[in-house]
């Protein structure tokens, strides 16, 4: 059987931005179809988007009033992003040396 290893928070890569701070998150919340990723070392957040990802559709209006009132708490930043190969369109893996 082969192993897979989860990611655990705080993630390092930068798909969804990384705080501004400590280039870490702590992965995503979402309130209703708005996803928003968050550092809670530094009470940062930074909305991704919306219904981008179909996991807010399994949630209950506890779920994004509970995640809803964390989030007011937590002050709006721009993600770190890692800058990326302009040859592989920006698409590259941020985790390459």
Known sequence: MTRV?????????????????????????????????????????????SNLFSGWRNETEEHWERNSKLLSAYGDVAPFLYPHDDDDGGGGDSNRS
């Not at 705080?19 to 996803?35: F, Q």
């Open 5 to 49: 290893d989860i990611l655990q928070p705080p993630f390092t890569d930068d798909y969804g931005g990384l705080c501004p701070i400590c280039h870490r998150n702590d992965g995503m919340l979402n309130v209703g179809k708005t996803h928003w990723t968050v550092c809670h070392t530094h009470k940062v957040r930074w909305s991704i988007g």
